[in-house]
């Protein structure tokens, strides 16, 4: 096992948090592309695993042990690699050891989004988010103030309202950059 805590700033995974259908796999792409880095998506990871979406995986096996699979998957990740771009499903972040792994490890952004946007993006991600299936718009309101506080706990948060995703990913990118030469000037 690697020793992350040795690991060269500039060489930490970058991981993107946030609540369902707020970009994080999309961004994603755009900030590896941009560092030259691979991408690895949690969800896409589990569901090969297991060889099966997610809304499957949620009927036939159940949530406890999606979320099982969740925490083996990104404690795997998050000790053995290094410069990887990793987007992890919005629900990871409850689960303690993943938050603490990820925040002593890796890099974390946090992407935000306003209800008043989110809410017209359901339609786009409901079939694929069985969390959110059989909620109406007050449950989902309610899951989302929810979720919010833990994402609270990150190193850079990104309001993505009115920003494009080459937008989002140049932001991160550059605030990146500018903590790379803080705090590692001689590389
Ligand atoms: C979940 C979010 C999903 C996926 C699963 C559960 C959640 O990921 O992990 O459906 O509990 O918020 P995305 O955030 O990528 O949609």
């Known amino acids: 096992m690697m020793g992350m805590n040795d690991l060269a700033l500039r060489e930490m995974n970058i991981v993107l948090i946030g609540f369902m259908g707020v970009g994080k796999t999309t961004i994603g792409k755009a900030v590896a592309k941009k560092l ?7 969800d896409e990871e589990i569901e ?4 099966m979406p997610t809304t499957k995986i949620f009927q036939e096996i159940g949530e406890k042990q999606f979320r099982k699979k ?13 410069l990887k771009v990793i987007s992890l499903g919005g ?11 990820c925040l002593s490890n890796c890099i974390v952004f946090f992407l935000d989004l ?27 309101k309610d899951l989302f103030d929810e979720r919010q506080p833990i994402y609270e706990d990150h ?8 920003l494009d995703v080459d937008e ?15 705090y590692e000037p001689n590389h």
Request: a negative charge; glycine letters at 2%.
């Open 36 to 42: 030259y880095r691979d991408f690895l998506d949690i």
């Open 155 to 162: 190193h850079s948060k990104v309001l993505t309202d009115n």
């Open 70 to 82: 969740e925490k083996e998957t990104i404690i795997n990740l998050c000790t053995n690699q290094r």
């Open 91 to 101: 629900g990871a972040f409850l689960q303690e050891e993943i938050r603490n792994l």
């Open 168 to 182: 989002v990913a140049s932001f991160i990118v550059d605030s990146l950059k500018t903590a790379w030469d803080i």
């Open 114 to 140: 306003s209800w008043e946007s989110w809410k017209d993006r359901v339609s786009m991600i409901i079939d694929s988010r069985p969390v959110l299936q059989g909620k109406n718009s007050e449950e989902m």
């Open 48 to 51: 090969k695993e297991f060889q």
